[in-house]
């Protein structure tokens, strides 16, 4: 469902539900709680999806990054990917050592037993095997003590792109099937300094579709991408 293009639209269909005009829900206002949905279904989708890991479709490039090494650098800021996306989850680290063998990065909590060498920091320079992320970047240990472009590979989901309010090709980076969340979350936040009941009964709408949505993406398959349905009963 785009946002702003054809009938079948986030905004056309959130108008028709409330039976008002564009004008008493601006385009502004209209992408600014758009916004605000995505980023909510971002979280529930991420909290959900161990297995199958999303990525928003928007983003033109894959949720992967590089950084250099360098010799007797502990610390590296993680947190924007390429093309300053805000980084919001790391899922794998690999590390290249100074001939180029690549092992997997244990990333650890600073309060581990395994991350002694991170809070002393103390430990001999060498090849680093453990590390932690703490605000905006990641602490290695051991310190390195070489050099490598490239070194360190990063695989991450990050955060959803958003829409302006002047955009008519944007398309909410979700499973379709789900597009009708946006509607419900701004009929919600229309309702809810002008009428009560219909509030409280588009919150109600919209938390069942959040228990849905975490429920599809909770039992989707890393393999084929599909759902892992239950044997409801026939309701017919």
Known sequence: MKFNSGEDSIVNNTLDELSITIEQYPLTKLARS???AIDKMAHIVMDSDDDAQWDDTNHGDEPIATVNI???QRAYQILEDGNQVEILKLLAVTIEDENGNVNDLDILDIRD??????RRRDSDPGTPYVADWMGDSL????VPDY???????LFFQRSPQHVVSTDTTFEPGFAKMYHEYFVLYNCERWC??????????YRTQRQEMEREISDYFGAKNVTDNKQLIAGDEDPF
């Open 34 to 36: 758009t916004n605000r």
């Open 70 to 72: 360098t010799s007797g």
């Open 113 to 118: 037993d395994g991350s002694i060498g991170l």
């Open 139 to 142: 602490f290695l240990d051991p």
């Open 147 to 153: 050099t490598r472009a490239n070194a360190m590979r």
């Open 192 to 201: 809810r300094s002008k009428d009560q009941q219909k509030y409280l009964n």
